[in-house]
């Protein structure tokens, strides 16, 4: 799936290569299992697992680090 929505023009993606990148990326954090990391924010990118595409809280979160990062610099957090 791969989609870009609102004003700000923000793409979210979801396919094995966004998979195998969420993968990547909980395996070099150390917050816990990293099967708990549904999706990862680049910029204006959202790249979701493919379990998750249509979960509103994993994307709407999400959403709200793109537009965090654009508005104050940055934010991270694990999606439970």
Excluded: C
Aim: proline share 2%; aromatic share 8%; glycine share 8%.
């Amino acid at each position: 799936m791969n989609l870009r929505i609102g004003p700000s023009d923000i793409a979210i993606i979801s396919s094995e290569e966004a998979d195998s990148y969420v993968e990547w990326v909980a395996s070099r954090e150390e917050w816990g299992d990293p099967h708990f990391y549904y999706a990862v924010t680049l910029g204006d990118t959202i790249l979701v697992r493919d379990s998750q595409k249509f979960d509103t809280r994993t994307i709407g979160e999400e959403m709200i680090h793109s537009s965090s990062r654009r508005a104050a610099g940055g934010t991270s957090s694990n999606v439970r």
